[in-house]
């Protein structure tokens, strides 16, 4: 009985449970737009409590009726989106 047998079977084993390219891609992929989503979802809530923080000294959390509205919508798509996905975010 040859020593190398068991040694051949446990790399083909091991090898066999390497996921493919196109599945680490997907992971990737979808790691990555998490990551995405959540900061921008963390960047429009400090946007909303505190403007100034960005840099506009003298800015108003509600200053511009039209910039809180984009912000508080740019806010609950990613929140809404996190809630969908919240398999993704372990």
Not at 23 to 33: E, H, K, S
Not at 39 to 67: D, E, N, Q
Request: with cysteine; hydrophobic share 50%.
């Amino acid at each position: 009985m040859s020593s190398r047998g068991p040694y051949r079977d446990a790399v083909a084993w091991m090898r066999s449970r390497v996921p493919s390219a196109q599945v680490r891609g997907a992971v990737a992929g979808g790691a990555l737009a998490a990551a995405l989503i959540d900061g921008l979802l963390l960047m429009s809530v400090i946007g909303l409590v505190s403007p100034s923080s960005f840099g506009v000294s003298g800015g108003r959390a509600f200053g511009s009726t039209s910039r809180t509205v984009t912000l508080v919508a740019v806010a609950g798509a990613c929140a809404v989106w996190l809630v969908l996905h919240l398999r993704t975010h372990r």
